[in-house]
């Protein structure tokens, strides 16, 4: 669990994923963010596709941030086998981190057997990289999300993901949900779509118990630290 408490905004960059995940994104903006990514110490920078790879292991070239992608992303509703590839493109490319929207429709139909090969084939073609794997929780009853996060979790991946940000993004009580479904397994917790104001959600979430933020406003979020410091909502530096 993240300690506030010991981070200063250097620290913080690890809990957050920076992105750039805007339908007209440019190559301009992607190397505005990975740079944004590597001054804030960021843990890794994601574009939407593995499309962008090239220009993000240039820009990330000689730091620390893992170069990441989106897959399937923003809907999740390719196949299994069109997803498998699409990764395996990915971690051939280079990225170091790989996020696969899980199948919606077909959780919600109750097709748990679509889920489960899926996320499968999504973790073997991963391979070495981090696998992370998006629920979508606006879309979700408490019960879905619940269901998904054991496949996640009987699948090996290394996080569940609460959304891609392109749509309505989780609340509290829908986080909590997949803590408590996650308890006592390996499976850490990645927070995206945060809602207004920013700063505030971002840091309620981990206290909450996120281990990551993904979001294109990791540099407002970190920024904030020393207000969310003066208004008592993070707790005071003890270095």
């Known amino acids: ?50 499309y962008w790879t090239p220009v993000v292991l ?39 981190a790989v996020d696969m929207v899980l199948n919606v429709g077909a959780l919600k139909d109750g097709r748990h057997d679509v889920i489960t090969r899926e996320i499968r084939d999504f973790k073997s073609a991963a391979g070495d990289a981090i696998a992370k794997v998006i629920l979508e929780v606006a879309f979700l009853t408490d019960d879905e999300i619940t269901a998904a996060c054991g496949i996640i979790a009987e699948a090996g991946c290394d996080y569940a993901k609460t959304s891609t940000g392109q749509f309505e993004g989780p609340d509290m009580s829908q986080f909590l949900v997949m803590k408590r479904a996650l308890l006592g397994t390996d499976v850490k917790l990645k927070v995206a779509g945060v809602k207004f104001p920013r700063p505030q959600n971002a840091y309620a979430f981990l206290l909450a118990g996120a281990d990551l933020i993904g979001t294109r406003a990791a540099v407002a979020i970190i920024e904030a630290l020393d207000t969310m410091r003066e208004i008592g909502l993070v707790p005071r530096y003890e270095g």
Do not use: Q
């Open 1 to 50: 669990m993240v300690n506030l408490a010991k981070m200063d905004k250097r620290g913080l960059g690890k809990c957050f994923d920076h992105s750039v995940l805007a339908k007209n994104t440019t190559e301009s903006d992607i190397r505005r963010g990975c740079r944004e990514a590597v001054m804030y110490n960021c843990a890794s920078f994601y574009s939407a596709t593995p």
């Open 58 to 96: 240039e820009e990330l070239s000689g730091s620390d941030v893992l170069p990441a992608s989106g897959i399937d992303f923003p809907f999740g509703a390719s196949p299994s086998r069109l997803k498998a590839l699409e990764t395996e493109y990915a971690v051939e490319s280079g990225c170091r």
